[in-house]
């Protein structure tokens, strides 16, 4: 029995936080949670990056068993997690200080253990610690997005994630089910062995993991929850979900898809790019009339999500490559454009409406400039970051020769384009008095920070090419 | 002998999941639930795996059904009212299951699995992959759990 | 007792459980479905654990097992704080948030 | 640059100057403007004199002013070459120019736009000289072109009223119709040839085909046709007349409408190689004879010496077509004056009558105003064709030469031409300064002779109307050089007969004319009223209803008609498709929306279809 | 040099940005956009007509991952649209110096970001920052037809930009493909202009490539029948989007055909130029005769750029040295032309309030200024010789004639439309009897400004060779290439 734990220090490092605050939290009077554990989640997740940073090897490294296996694009990975949980944190403050609720401290912590289980998602390399960190990370979710007092929309919203998710759960529990039974093993590279064509049984387990997966990204048709869930959580929930469930599943996805059914990467890589333009497409036009910013976002994010998934169709190296740069552009997008609403939003969930946001330009221009920023990056406009990832997807559509795909998601991006500008539109053409309940100063450098980063990795792409090209090295060395 | 039992249980299970799904009382259709349960974990007993089969029987006839009723003991069950049966929801819920079941038979039918030898799998057998090879994801269940409590104790408590 | 008799039970638990989350609006019936739904996966895990012969299937549904208890504890928590604000259990009650 | 820039420019100048003035609303410079083209076109006058000397004593000028257009094997550059052509056209501009800006004084004199008609006036000058002076066909498009903006301004000088502005917009419209046939014959010119100078066009004219010189020569003809108001492209020059009449002498009598007929004159070498002369002489006759049937029938003044410019101009297009190159610019040559003439007396007319142009409200003016009637007569006896007036050697020589060249059908019309010639400038000249004073007394106050400022240059240009004519040896001689003419020697017999038959039909004319409008002894309702003759009477009165049929098939039709179902095309079929494509769009996305129903089941029902669709998605792979 | 001029508006823009005044914003972008007139002067004057090429060629690695590089340049055809581009910036301002009356900090701001995107787009050597820039220019743009617009500015906004980017989306699908076939043939991925230009592609490539620049480029020009939008976002824009839209926009997407398709798809450029001959020909006379037939004074002008495109069009894909020149030509002309347009109904707007053709008329009774520089541009507009639009217009005549003697015929008929609805339209504004009671004429920065273009149109249209002298090495080279 080989252990290796100090690898999954990092991951542990939170877990011990999120425990220790659970403890904190029985000490501390209630006043002073939302600053403490605000500052306490911020240095954890801080310090956390550093330990990513220091821990991941290039070479890959496997712990407890093989269950775990660390490279690059894990401990990429794990930084994107961090950042956008940092972020997440710093909204959270903002927020939590404009609606009150009696768990504070279960907020932050919980949200530790989400990030825990996020952290070990990437990190997985068994089919059983994927799902159960699938698990700590979707109930944390679950938890989160019920926690507020006096907030019915966030409680239907778990609801409808919980029982989404339950049978997304159950449908990749069968998937990986059908795995064991395949190859006797729950270990990726002894699955893996064991697949070599697509019989039935092969194809079917394979058909419920993408299932599962897909419902977890939100494509369509397993989307169904997503506008719901994202409209209805609490917004620093929602860009929880939107950055770090995201990132998690789409890495956990490349990192169990590629070891496992490399052999039938063509197989599943054009059902991916089916699914990814069908996506694309649906979620452009769902968002089309949508007057509520975050559901149009949610929208917004299962079209993003199709683009994403399409890139699988290309050869792996490329495809890893191009769906991390897009993992790095969209997280930052989604935090910074959830971060974007948590800010404007006031009691009675005032300004998370379009119409809420007229003349925004009036009331505050570096916000509306911000938002200019923000919404032109998702819809993928030079020279803001978004457009470099559409530009790799492109890319590597292009080069596996699938130009059709390519036409059809740029289709799907300028359909997108429509709803991206109307909130541009009411922040700078209606004429109206916009919603700006006060604004904190963390919550605003949070979303400032990453305007900022949108606008720098926009001009200058090459730092997180550069990233992703390690990581994508490290990985591929990993699996051959 | 065991094959006739587990055939006999396997029936059940089925049967009382049948029940328990379509039943319009939900207090009845928790005690189909529970006796699907049971008759799932003699199912497990029957195949040989004790410790699993035992598990089952505590974990969801013990502990998981009897939360489910005592959550229902919470509410007015009055107030559930009639349920519409809708029709479209029927037949896709019907075909897609029916889809999937055929899939899955038709995978359990090229399967080669031939004949399940029923070695006893008791606390002890299990044990050893259990705290040895699933270490780590056994510890990540004592958070998963630690999580589920804590939450759902903060998300049920009624807010005043 | 072949590999493809527990294909067949869990096959018939995985269609009914899923025939139940589409079809039933009451709640409590749809998290039994849910259930029924993992145990359909733990059916098979049993089953392949005894033809593989090693015990990580049935290490699994302990798992599978774990999760679906805290699922359920979570669940129920968020159904009984719903009910609070509808006095209904019904998901067509609980459908504020669409289109 | 040299002294062919020197004439051009110096009208320029004067534009500059005036304009200058407009615009700032300068005062000082206001009451002035005059003195700035007097100037200038006097210098221009008496350099385009010594010019005319120097060219008769067997110079030749070619200047290269500057560099225009390079490109490609492209080369034009603005410059002057003056042959004898050129040094005729330069004295007739220049000395109708300098008496029409002496004149205007008097004219616009109460006029508010006093300096802007000057400056206009400096422009127009400037820009017939640049036309005449060119040296290869692109500068002559420039002239062309701008003599045509300077038209337009002039018509329209009184914008604020409707009939003038639209008379500019149909003057420049029709024109543009020549031009466009115009640019492609200079475009056609360049692809053939190589080269847009004349001299390098003209000396290869001979190697290149008949068909292809008919092509370049149609194409030419097109814009002089326009130019020169010639049928069909006529119906622009009596509407022409809402300008004043100054510039109606100027511009539509005696320089720009001649452009044409200077057009096809330089490019002899063309026109004599192709097919297309016979067009040229048959269009010239018909404008020639179907403008004096319209003249016959008109009241305004004006309107009436626009159409025997017309004629005129059509006679010039007739000489061309037989081939008389000089016949047609000694036709141009003594035409400008006299017809000069006649439009500043017409002038002096209006001017007299405080505005009014009806001639049916005039009569008997001679007793006041002796001195332009004198002139006037004497313009009409030129026009008429009576010896020794400079328009019967002119017009003589165009019939003759039609006869002598075998055109037979064209003879007859132009010597019936000739009699309707006489027969409605009689008519104009007796309803005018003869017999019954039809005026009220209101006008009656103002009825005076002229200021000298406006009848001196009526006498200048008597005098070159009655003699001008003796000219013509000289100027066959001195045209030669630069301007073929085909015309067969006949007998002195036959000439004489010609002469006499021409000469008697406009006796014949003046007769008549005499007979109806002066002696009374007929009614002109005889003809008017009478069952058989009036619709040929409405005919002729709404001209051939040529506007009604241009405005119809043209303006309403391909114009305004077209455009109005283009511009509902474009709004709903083409835009309609841009927006339909986005509502379609938007629809569908309302659609799709309308299946996120909020029910947690549907949505399980949907993963359920979807795991369905990825088992039958990796079946079909 | 070619970088200064570039980020010089950026800085500018910088600075508006951090000024405090909403007033002192004005003579910030006043000083900024002559500044960079001024140096592109300079690289005007100081630009080798003798050696030709790319010159003062900027050069630095961007993203090594896929070889794309920063690279600016200017040949003689991005000197000219560089001229014009800098100079139409620096008559917007003045343009706008009372028109936009509120958020003057963003509206200026915009602006000179506008600026550089646009210079960007003329002077990039390398592909994707060549699309960078032709996409980046379309926030501000629709930002300044959105904010400061009239009434359906939203609409218009809306539509200019998606329907612009729309069309762009197959230029960056074609630019991938270009790339990735390159480098899988010769091993080396590249996104250098000049290096691609070199390559001689397959035609069954060669012809999908085409169509899919050929969609950006259109719209972008636009050519019928993907101009619609152009009326919509004309007639909205406040009058320095008109002139900038007029005066640079639409020449992006001739420039493009230039500088991409032609030298990239030879062959697909030589077999599909009926087809554009065709469009090119519908624009010129259908357009013409829609706006004969508007009645807001803004539309006609803008269905007069549609026609007057049509010209550049024609001359583009005539492949011969007059053609491509005069499009050239025509190009700078129409800047100028329509800018000058679209500022001269602005300020008629400025004072009316309205325009709408039946509620002005007799201006130049109150106006002579006005009138005469209305008169001018009017001409120029027609193609009057002596104004620079009859050097474009002649010589892309001259090219269509010889490409195909129907093209040159039919073409020519715009000499007839065109000089309809515009002198009915100077007719109605200016002519007749005045309907309004009072007007102010020109103050002296309009007159300016006007004046300053108006001299150019004289200048040029005597004095072509000055512009052109630049552009005979450009069009030698281009045509010998293929």
Known sequence: MELNVKLLFPEFFVLTAAVVGILIDLLLPKRMKNGFFATFSVFVLFICVFLVLFSSPFVPEEAFNGFVKKDLLTGLSQVLILFSSLIAVFVSYGFLKKFDTDYVGEFYYTLLFAVFGAMLMVSANELATLFVSLEVMSISVYILSALFRKDYRGKEAALKYFIMGSVGAAVIVYGFALLYGLSGSTLYGEVGRAISTLSFPVLLSLALVISGFLFKLGAVPFHGWTPDVYHGAPTPVTLFMGAVVKIAAFVALLKLFYPVFLPLVSEWGEVFAVIGVVSAFAGALMALRQENVKRMLAYSAISHTGVVLTALVSVPAVAVFSVLFYLFAYAFMTVAAFGFVSLLTENGFKGENLSDWRNLYGKSPFLALSLVVIFMSLAGIPPLFGFWAKFYILVALVKVGKVGIAVAILVASVISLYFYLRPVVYAFMRKGEAVLPPVEPFELGAVAVTVLFLIIFGLFPELISQASIFALSSFLRGII | ?160 | MTTFDFFVLSGLLFAVGLFGVIVRRNVISLFFSLELLLNSANVLLVGFSKLQGNLFGEVFVFFVLAVAAAEAAVGLAVVVALYRYRKSVNTEDFSILRW | MGVGFLIAVLPLISFLLAGFGVLFGWKSFKRRSHYFGLVTVGISLILSFYVLFKVMKGAVFSEKWFNWIISGGLSACFGASIDSLTAIMLVVVTFVSFFVHMYSIGYMHDDPGYDRFFAYLGLFTFSMLVLVLSPNFLQLFFGWEAVGLSSYLLIGFWFKRKRAADAAIKAFIMNRVGDFLFILGVVAVFWVFGSLDFHKVFSQAGAVSAATLSLISFLLLGGAIGKSAQFPLHTWLPDAMEGPTPISALIHAATMVAAGVFMVARCAPIFDGSYVLPIVGVIGVITAFGAATIGLTQFDIKRVLAYSTLSQLGYMFAALGVGAYVYAMFHLFTHAFFKALLFLGSGNVIHAMSGEQDIRKMGGLYKYMKITATCFIIGTLALVGIPPFAGFFSKDKIISAAFANGHLIFWFFLVMGALLTALYMGRLVFMVFFGEERFDAREMKHLHESPAVMTVPLIFLAVPSIFAGFLGGWFEKFLKSSVPNHVRELSHSTELLLITITVSLALLGLLIAAVIYYWRKISPEVFTENPVLRPIYLLLYNKYYFDEIYSLLFVRGTGFGLGKIYAFFDKYVIDGIVNGVAYFTSWCGEVLRLTQTGVVNNYVAYFGIGVVTVILLLLLV | MVSVILLLPLLGALFVALCRSEERVKWIALFTTGLTFLLSLYVLFNYDISKGGFQFIDYGSWLPTFSIKYKVGVDGLSLIMLIMTTLISFIAVPSAWRYIDRRKKLFYGLLLLLETAMIGVFVSLDLLLFYIFWEAMLIPMSLIIGVWGGERRIYSALKFFIYTFAGSIFLLVGMVVLVIVYGSVTGNFTFDILQLSHFKLPLELQKWLFWAFFIAFAVKVPVFPFHTWLPDAHVEAPTPGSVILAGVLLKMGTYGFLRFSLPFFPDAYRLYAPVIFILGIIAIIYTALVALVQEDVKKIVAYSSVSHMGFVMIGLFSLNVQGIEGAIFQMLNHGLVSAALFFIVGAIYERLHTRKVEKMGGLASFAPKLAALAMLFTMASVGLPGTSSFIGEFLTILGGYRAAHWVGYLMALGVIFGAAYMLYMYRNVFFLEPKVLSFKDLDLREFLALGFIALLVIWWGFNPEFIMKFIHGYTASLLGGV
Do not use: C, W
Request: aromatic share 14%.
């Open chain 2, 1 to 160: 002998m065991r094959e006739i039992f587990f055939y006999l249980f396997a029936f059940l299970s089925v049967a009382f999941a049948v029940i328990s799904v379509t039943h319009r009382n939900v207090v009845k259709g928790g005690i189909a639930l529970l006796a699907s349960f049971v008759s799932l974990g003699a199912v497990y007993f029957t195949a040989g795996a004790e410790f699993i089969g035992i598990v089952q029987v505590i974990v969801y006839g013990g502990a998981i059904v009897v939360l489910y009723l005592f959550a229902l003991m919470t509410m007015d069950l009055k107030s559930f009212g009639k349920e519409p049966l809708k029709t479209l929801s029927v037949a896709v819920g019907g075909a897609v299951s029916l889809v999937l079941l055929v899939s899955v038979l038709y995978a359990g039918y090229k399967f080669y699995g031939g004949v399940v030898t029923a070695g006893i799998s008791g606390a002890k057998e299990i044990a050893l992959p259990l705290f040895y090879r699933f270490l780590l994801p056994f510890e990540v269940v004592s958070v998963l759990l630690l999580v589920a409590t804590v939450g759902a104790v903060a998300v049920g408590r009624r807010e005043e």
